[in-house]
């Protein structure tokens, strides 16, 4: 059997993903300059260039491309088959969003612990997918919208996602809801730039197009809650996220709408890992936990 250089070839999987070589060395913590021999001595083997230089980075050549579409996979394989070699049947790894980690698995974590000190749960929050390639986990909570039709076989529904929008007490005129059509004169707050929940929200409730060009735009559940508690502007929020501030008061609903199912949260094991003990505790424990919040929404 006969293999190319393997540490050239990983550098080499870096350099074409980034299509720079300063931008892989950065990744790599190495040089630039030990990222570009590496290049060479792969080109010298396979006798043939596998980058050519475009404006200010490369591109890669056909027989870059070729090489790419075989290498990526085989590294990110060999990755997962690692993971579960090295796994420690006493550690649970676990990914999630970082608005489900932050709102819904931090703060009630120490009751596993609690119940389970003999497990332990390292916890991966992300909302970036890049930071997440060729990364394996024993559970990974993944979120899809009702519309999007992509959730598989592989996946357990966990707890459905209702939607209220919510503001501070003080954001509405003499404490009283808005109506579905002055939603079209308030500050809204969005999750996520494109406004996707609020979107589909107006869409379902057959609503004219919000004001989401002018709307405070946030890349988390969590912060726009927070804008919201602050007085901002009204956030269209997961009960399940909202349900400590709506308990105090420092969230109500803003309209006289009902909440709105648009999406739900998924669970998908790793099935070299399901049966673990671990994980089983783990997921029966997060079914509690989605249960009860369903039960307060």
Not at 150 to 169: A, D, F, H, N, Y
Not at 205 to 210: S, Y
Request: a negative charge.
């Amino acid at each position: 059997m006969k293999l190319p250089p393997l540490n050239a070839l990983h550098y080499f999987c870096i350099a074409a993903e980034h299509l720079s070589f300063s931008r892989a060395a950065a990744e790599l913590n190495v040089t630039e300059g030990a990222v570009s021999r590496q290049m060479k001595l792969l080109a010298s083997y396979y006798q043939k260039p596998l980058f050519r230089k475009s404006g200010r980075g490369v591109e890669l050549t056909d027989t870059g491309r070729l090489l790419l579409s075989v290498s990526q996979s085989v590294f990110s394989n060999i990755s997962q088959v690692s993971a579960q070699i090295l796994a420690d049947e006493s550690e649970i790894s676990i990914c999630a969003s970082s608005s489900f980690a932050i709102r819904c698995l931090l703060p009630n974590l120490a009751d596993f612990e609690r119940r389970y000190p003999q497990y332990s749960v390292q916890l991966q929050a992300s909302t970036n997918e890049q930071s997440l390639r060729g990364k394996v986990f024993d559970v990974q909570i993944n979120y899809h919208l009702t519309t999007s039709g992509v959730s598989t076989i592989s996946e357990q529904k966990l707890l459905t996602e209702w939607l209220l929008p919510v503001c501070s007490p003080g954001y509405l005129p003499q404490h009283k809801p808005f109506s579905l059509g002055q939603l079209s004169g308030q500050k809204l707050l969005l999750n996520e730039v494109t406004g996707r929940d609020w979107r589909l929200w107006a869409k379902m409730l057959e609503l004219q197009p919000l004001p989401i060009d002018s709307a405070l735009k946030f890349e988390q559940d969590d912060v726009a809650i927070q804008a919201a508690v602050a007085g901002h502007g009204i956030a269209l929020a997961n009960i399940a996220y909202v349900q400590r501030e709506m308990t105090l008061g420092s969230l109500v609903a803003a309209t006289v709408q009902s909440p709105i199912a648009v999406g739900a949260h998924y669970l998908q094991l790793d099935p070299q890992r399901e049966n673990c003990a671990a994980v089983q505790a783990f997921c029966l424990w997060l079914a509690e936990l989605a249960d009860e919040s369903a039960k307060q929404s």
